[in-house]
């Protein structure tokens, strides 16, 4: 990936906009402004932090549909999901300003003879990288907590989403957070390992590839800084029993379509008994085989857009190639477009257990499904991953679906539902996904002094 930053249109290859990258100077003059308005920031009551914080989440609100149209034409999603996705962010916004005190409360330790406490204090200024799939999204559930608590932040945004990082700035300015506090830096890759070095910097928090995690956590390591990572995902989808197969089909390629299957906690691996099997691919065929290429800003559920980028559609082309070598059958879609980043929906089955392949992410459009014959070969089967974000069990017997969600070595296990978030609702997992929790009170736990502070009677 090219360190340019530039506005290039998925759907036609086109590039409307060039944003460049950052000098040295300026990486520095912002490492200097991060560090120098700390000190007033984080000395501000909350209250007052919140009041401002409170200021954004209304203007996410009201921007949405302008928001919403920037990211269509970056990275090509469905309009109607940009707009939900700028709703979340005021939402995310809106719950720190409102809780971040309840949330930092102190907490009195019972000790004889003197007065211990535990506050959660700021630390200083953090750095984010954030991904391109979701450019709103994941830039509000890592500012909001930090900026709540009294952290400054510099955050370096996806390459191919320079509009989108600078309306996050205006909407940061507008709302009066302090020059300095957030700062947007069209960073290149070895800038960043710069800023991850300096002292200045107390942490940092990726959302990223598995590649791209191995090398901030190394970087952050060295420089003995806390880091926060949320990679990859190949979160399982069991079906264990329906009386509706064709609806139950139809939820689970709905799901599987969000953002055009570029989402780290999409159903990626669609688990299904063997009584049911047939006829739920056989819907999935159907439902793939109406999909056509479409626009972002259309409405109807069987157009489908672009990938993020050109390249993103030839690395899965690539992995769907190597699928079929490994054995596995591609029953439907999977054909790369000759112009833009278009690639068709696609249903795999049988791809072989052990094959490097199927260990693998795919990050798009593209359901893989398999066939068990038991509750404790599902609960194997998706065990078998060197991910672990997310996972959802479905059943019509409850008792039997919190038996096998119970057993899923995920981050988050979610039984009878798939949509199982909200501000409110803690993010992240295990294995090779990644460390570290955003959202929910946990969110606001990460890049936090949990500082002692005690008071004896001895006296000098």
Not at 312 to 327: F, H, N
């Amino acid at each position: 990936m090219s360190d340019s930053y530039r506005v290039q249109n998925p759907a036609t290859g086109d590039i409307l906009e060039d944003f460049g990258t950052a000098t040295d100077e300026q990486i520095e003059d912002a490492l200097s402004a991060a560090q120098s308005s700390y000190s007033d920031w984080a000395g501000r009551p909350m209250s007052e932090r919140a009041a401002i914080v409170s200021k954004v989440a209304a203007l996410f609100e009201e921007r949405k549909d302008e928001l919403a149209d920037i990211i269509g034409t970056e990275m090509g999603k469905r309009k109607a999901e940009g707009i939900e996705e700028a709703e979340f962010c005021s939402a995310i916004f809106a719950y720190y300003a409102d809780n971040g005190e309840k949330l930092t409360k102190d907490l009195d330790l019972e000790v004889d003879g003197a007065k211990a406490v535990l506050e959660r204090r700021p630390i200083g200024a953090i750095l984010g990288i954030m991904p391109w799939n979701f450019p709103y999204y994941q830039v509000a559930r890592f500012a909001a907590p930090n900026l709540v608590l009294g952290n400054t932040i510099l955050l370096k945004h996806a390459e191919i989403c320079p509009k989108s990082a600078g309306a996050i700035q205006s909407i940061m300015d507008e709302a009066g957070v302090p020059k300095g506090v957030y700062q947007t830096i069209y960073a290149t890759h070895d800038q960043i390992s710069t800023v991850i070095a300096d002292p200045r910097v107390a942490g940092v928090s990726l959302t990223g590839s598995e590649r791209a995690g191995a090398i901030i956590a190394q970087q952050a390591g060295k420089a003995l800084k806390k880091a926060v990572l949320e990679l990859g995902g190949s979160d399982p989808y069991i079906i264990l029993d329906t009386d509706d197969v064709k609806s139950a089909a139809a939820n689970a390629w709905a799901t599987r379509m969000y953002n055009t299957g570029q989402a780290c906690d999409s159903n990626k691996r669609l688990i299904v008994m063997e009584d049911v099997y047939d006829e739920f691919v056989a819907e999935l065929e159907s439902l793939a085989s109406k999909m056509k290429p479409g626009d972002y800003d259309t409405e109807d559920e069987t157009i489908y857009q672009p990938l993020s980028s050109r390249s993103a559609a030839e690395r899965l082309a690539d992995q769907l190639d190597r699928v079929k070598k490994a054995g596995a059958k591609i029953r439907v879609g999977g054909e790369l477009a000759d112009e833009g980043a278009y690639i068709s929906p696609a249903v795999v089955t049988d791809i072989p257990r052990g094959s490097d392949v199927y260990y693998e992410e795919l990050f798009g459009p593209v359901a893989v499904v398999y066939k068990v014959s038991s509750d404790e070969e599902a609960i194997e089967l998706a065990n078998d991953s060197q991910f672990g974000l997310g996972g959802s069990v479905f059943s019509k017997d409850r008792e039997r679906a919190e038996k096998v969600g119970s057993q899923l070595e995920v981050g988050m296990s979610k039984v009878n539902t798939h949509a199982a978030e909200g501000e409110g609702i803690p993010f992240g997992g295990v294995k090779r996904s990644g460390y570290g929790r955003e959202l929910g009170p946990v969110g606001m736990d990460e890049f936090v002094n949990k500082r002692l502070y005690w008071v004896g009677d001895e006296g000098a």
